[in-house]
């Protein structure tokens, strides 16, 4: 590999062919891989980030490098004129959405494909298209190099905090975490590309775009089957509301306690159910085409076992116990509500509320609440299982992940099984209507061009999976996660996340019975060393010495044999458990100073143009700046006032408890 700047590189030297053309592409692309990347450095006394070098690889051949945008001009200039007519260079970025910040300023864009207003999948510019190989990947640089195993590694120890100018000499080591990056990357996706048996034209942009092309392609043959279910607008708008993610909570009679299990006596364990969202996907039934109906008829047809999505009204909504940890309406998804009271965001009981929900979710509200209700709205549907074709595809990629784990020489192959595996409950709920975003006056922007209306038509002439099904997904996933709970004494509850609980005692018999309901040798594989697994099961996962929480996705607990871990949502893992040092420092008002993150401060329009800095006039354009972050343990106020009303009251029994 050879580097090179903009001026000694030999662009009359780099003979690029035409990539055969593919019939789906309207566009021609040269055959080549190329990466792209800067470094910046902050200036703090503006709340600006300027880059101090740039990096393009060419192919695995050629690295160029440049200290200024205007050498990067100049650069794509050049290489524009060795380019086959009608010809595009793709061009990758580990994370395009941050060079983006930077390169609207300096390129013009067009073409531009975004998620959101801060993420870029996709732009065009001149004869280049960048890309997100972060997105692409879903997952970290160095961690997508060492999968793919590259001869240029991403090199370790870099400090982000120096301060580096675009005149300041970069030493060897420096030089090489810089260039590393660039060609590790074209490395992987050359691998990568080579290992799946694709092209620029066919390697999906996005990670979920793996599972989604084989699942299309699994069901290509049921689209007539398939298209009289996908949801009108009406059904659609109720799904939506009716939709809700996993089920993390922690018990309000024991958050900001430690429990201590020597003192208690009892182990704390962790129960996780193995591959939750694709287990329900596997053995549940789900809905087809949704109908509405007369709500009067809600027991007639609930009864029939058929699909329920409804809009109701509870009354007089109050928990069957008192110390029931798990609260399940969220206050969030209530469309109204009066004289009620919460713990952490779900509902204690309320005078009134209306919600949308599934004939799942008002199974487990009736187990866990008393209330009067009223069916305002209602549609059904019957229920089938998911398409042999879809489940075979699903299997196909548990065997592979379950027989290949730990295999020598297979490490790729199951790397990809299981992240396609592990993805295929998030394209079941991908928003078909989502939004789009496009590029005008400096920024991206909703598309409001384009209603709801024209989307949901888009979604009815070239949708191939119903949104109910990733809908009762969460729904089956939720109901799993109560029948484990319900197995618990309330009292010993702690902590419940999506597919895990963590209580006090040993309930391994209890969960093994469940278990013996759940399983499905159908649905099962045999690892390497001869054991069997089974999908959708409880495990279980880890056994605590001391364990503490303050609400969801903040908790922090010993392993038996001493060690801290923490998670926190935003804050490290690794680093946050050393900055903790040790659980009694869990508490409210602890600040992570280390482990905080970045906070990304976005100038889209600076307010200055250059500034003066070691007598070297330095230009600001549109960037991003990454400031170190902190994170302070806190509670909402609400949450606070419950749980000082708990301990004033003496509720919960600080015998076995401490602070």
Avoid at 106 to 130: H, N, Q, T, Y
Avoid at 154 to 167: E, L, M, V
Avoid at 263 to 280: C, E, L, Q, V
Avoid at 470 to 486: A, I, K, P
Wanted: with cysteine; glycine share 6%.
């Amino acid at each position: 590999m050879y580097l090179r700047t903009v001026d000694t590189f030999k662009y009359e030297n780099l003979h690029l062919r035409t990539l055969p053309t593919n019939k789906r592409s309207k566009l021609r692309y040269a055959d080549i891989i190329c990466a792209f990347d800067i470094e910046t450095t902050n200036i703090d006394k503006y709340d600006q980030a300027v880059m101090y070098i740039w990096q393009f690889q060419i192919g695995q051949k050629w690295t160029v490098t440049g200290r200024t945008w205007d050498e990067f001009k100049t650069f794509l200039s050049r290489l524009s004129d060795v380019i086959p007519d009608n010809d595009y260079i793709v061009v990758y970025v580990h994370n395009l959405s941050f060079e983006w910040s930077f390169l609207k300023s300096i390129i013009p864009a067009e073409d531009v494909f975004a998620m959101s207003d801060r993420k870029v999948l996709r732009f065009r510019s001149g004869r280049f298209e960048f890309r997100c190989s972060y997105l692409h990947s879903n997952s970290s640089l160095e961690k997508y190099l060492e999968r793919h195993n590259v001869k240029s590694k991403k090199i370790k120890g870099f400090d982000y905090r120096k301060k580096r100018y675009p005149w300041t000499r970069l030493t060897k080591k420096e030089m090489l975490y810089c260039i590393n990056d660039v060609r590790g990357l074209v490395q992987a996706l050359d691998a990568e590309m080579k290992a799946d048996g694709d092209d620029l034209y066919t390697i999906p942009l996005t990670a979920t775009g793996y599972i989604r092309r084989r699942a299309r392609a699994a069901m290509a043959g049921l689209i007539q089957y398939i298209r009289p279910m996908l949801p009108d607008l009406e059904i659609f708008t109720a799904l939506r509301k009716a939709f809700r993610g996993g089920d993390t909570h922690a018990n309000r009679y024991n958050a900001g306690f430690i429990i201590d299990t020597r003192r208690i006596g009892r182990p704390a364990n962790s129960y996780d159910m193995a591959s939750a969202y694709p287990g329900t996907m596997l053995t549940e039934l789900f809905p087809k085409k949704f109908t509405r109906r007369d709500p009067v008829d809600f027991l007639y047809y609930y009864q029939k076992g058929k699909a329920c999505l409804m809009y109701v009204q509870l009354d007089n909504v109050r928990l069957h116990l008192e110390n029931w940890g798990n609260p399940y309406i969220p206050k969030a998804k209530c469309e109204t509500i009066s004289g009620a009271a919460y713990d952490n965001g779900r509902v204690l009981q309320a005078d009134k509320l209306t919600i949308y929900c599934t004939e799942i979710d008002f199974e487990i509200m009736a187990k866990e609440y008393d209330f009067d209700y009223k069916i305002r709205e209602l549609w059904t549907a019957s229920k089938a299982p998911l398409p042999d074709k879809f489940k075979d595809l699903l299997m196909e990629l548990y065997r592979a992940k379950t027989e290949l784990k730990g295999v020598a020489g297979q490490e790729y192959f199951y790397d990809n099984a299981k992240r396609q595996f592990n993805s295929s409950y998030g394209m079941t709920v991908q928003n078909p209507c989502k939004v789009n975003y496009v590029y005008r006056d400096g920024i991206l922007q909703p598309d409001m061009d384009e209603t709801l209306e024209d989307l949901m038509e888009k979604y009815q002439k070239h949708g191939w999976l119903p949104y109910q099904w990733g809908v009762y997904v969460t729904c089956y996933c939720r109901q799993r996660l109560h029948r484990g709970l319900w197995l618990i004494d309330p009292d010993d509850f702690l902590y419940s996340d999506t597919d895990s609980i963590k209580c006090l005692g040993d309930y391994d018999q209890a969960f093994a019975q469940l278990n013996e309901e759940l399983k499905d040798d159908r649905y099962s594989a045999v690892d390497p060393a001869g054991k069997r697994h089974y999908i959708g099961v409880y495990e279980k996962d880890a056994t605590y010495l001391r364990f503490i929480t303050y609400g969801a996705k903040k908790y922090a607990y010993e392993d038996m044999d001493g060690s801290l871990h923490i998670t926190v949502a935003g804050v490290n893992k690794k680093a946050g458990a050393q900055e903790l040092g040790r659980l009694e420092n869990f508490k409210k008002g602890f600040k992570f100073k280390k482990a905080g993150g970045l906070a990304a401060l976005y100038n889209d329009f600076p307010d200055i143009t250059q500034v003066c800095i070691q007598g070297h006039v330095l230009p600001i354009t549109s960037n991003v700046m990454l400031k170190e972050s902190t994170y302070t343990v806190g509670l909402t106020d609400e949450y606070d006032e419950l749980l000082n009303f708990l301990q004033h009251h003496d509720i919960r029994s600080a015998l076995h408890y401490t602070r």
